[in-house]
């Protein structure tokens, strides 16, 4: 029996970013898991519009994705609990710049992604910034092939909301393109 | 040591879902990773301009987001293999309507939601769709506190792309908004 549960959004697990962006000339960041992929160069990300960073965001036109692993956690979550109004929260991590020049990233995110912002959608409550990947970053002994992201070695946190849960990223157990293929008739 | 991968959405693992339309009149079902959480009450998908499903939703200005479980990788995998101008993916299911009486939902996947069409979003070789959540269904079974999804239980397919990986949600080891509180200081 299905129950119905109103208007709720049960779009999850997601995963969970780290939105890096100068605010006043100051590298900050932000933990957003409400995200998402417009196509292949594009990503979207949610931010209430009372925060910090939006600000920055719209200064600079820029900003970059950062996608923690498990083992960083702690200062991940920490991120999504305190204001960089308040908080020097660029001071915790060690960052790099890319192309852009003013979006800060986290050195220990085993992937990054540069973004030059190419839209805002919106919303009542929510500044939806859709972003232009300029340039992706890895460590290296994640990418297989030269060229693609091993996401069980990257270790992901993965987000929902409603019980306040961290996921860890679980086996990977089919190929897609592939596995339903037998159902063709 | 970070390598460079060029222009390359690496926004994953994301949540693999079955978009659910009627198209001509008869329901029909793509499967689509690349969704997102624009905020509490509207999400996207992106959606390459060829596909069929596109027709059906700006039709009706409906759809559904249905999250299959792990057992259901066969079939779900087999909705983004082939075409619903030449295959009819609607019968491979068990379907019921909502409230909004047009956007087919799959019994058989653990969450639904029915949205209407609120926007979309030009892209150059995709549609995105944003749908504003009218109603979300979910297993019985699945539901706590009355009112909150258990996606450990809900055992849905997260999606990366370059390496056709899916893969299962892994163990919830953490608590949102809480694990960090002891960095505030």
Excluded: Q
């Excluded at 790099?96 to 995110?109: E, N, V």
């Excluded at 300029?134 to 409603?162: H, N, Q, R, S």
């Amino acid at each position: 029996m299905k129950k119905e549960l109103g208007v709720k959004n049960c779009l999850y697990p997601m995963p969970v970013t780290l939105i890096g962006a100068n605010v006043e000339g100051k590298p900050n960041f932000i933990t957003i898991a409400h995200v998402g992929i417009m196509d292949f160069a594009h990503v979207c990300l949610s931010m209430g519009k009372i925060h910090y960073t939006n600000g920055g965001i719209r200064e600079n036109e820029t900003f970059s994705v950062n996608i923690p692993s498990a083992d960083m956690v702690r200062e991940t979550d920490y991120c999504g609990l305190v204001s960089g109004r308040k908080f020097d929260k660029g001071s915790a991590f060690e960052t790099f710049y890319g192309r852009l020049g003013t979006a800060p990233m986290i050195k220990k995110c085993p992937v990054n992604m540069e973004c030059r912002l190419a839209m805002t959608v919106d919303m009542p409550n929510h500044d939806v910034f859709v972003g232009e990947i300029v340039e992706a970053y890895c460590e290296e002994e994640l990418v297989t092939d030269g060229e693609t992201v091993d996401f069980a070695k990257a270790d992901p946190i993965l987000f929902a909301m409603y019980d306040k849960s961290y996921f860890r990223l679980g086996e990977r157990f089919a190929d897609a393109w592939s596995i339903g293929k037998d159902l063709i008739k």
